[in-house]
């Protein structure tokens, strides 16, 4: 299984990024896709998953973030806007998918750095 995630990278508060990635191996059926993320010190949370047509976001990018899949290309992205300090952290990509057992899989991360 391999996650490949890319978009992160210093910006600007107020500025936009999208993030990618793109998933193949042992992964089908995908159940969902989704991204993380870890800021220094804190424990890695949920910042938004897409399965089938029902999407979910964390209270503090909703309003300010887009997450789409493309089933054709096994590729989620998640387009965030007006970004904030707090933003600050390790994304990690995430797929849960497989059979006959359904697993978790994890990409390596990528950084994403706000600055005030």
């Known amino acids: 299984v391999q996650l490949q995630a890319s978009g992160g990278g210093l910006v600007q508060a107020g500025g936009s990024l999208r993030l990618s990635c793109a998933a193949s191996?042992?992964?089908?059926?995908?159940?969902?896709m989704g991204w993380y993320r870890q800021a220094p010190g804190k424990q890695r949370e949920l910042v938004s998953i897409i399965s089938g047509g029902t999407t979910t976001y964390a209270d503090s990018v909703k309003g300010r973030s887009t997450i789409s899949r493309d089933g054709t290309k096994n590729t989620v992205d998640l387009q965030m806007n007006r970004l904030k300090p707090e933003d600050t952290a390790v994304y990690y990509c995430t797929v849960r998918g497989g059979y006959p057992g359904v697993m978790d899989h994890w990409g390596k991360g990528t950084l994403v750095t706000v600055s005030s």
């Open positions: 191996g042992s992964i089908f059926p995908i159940n969902r």
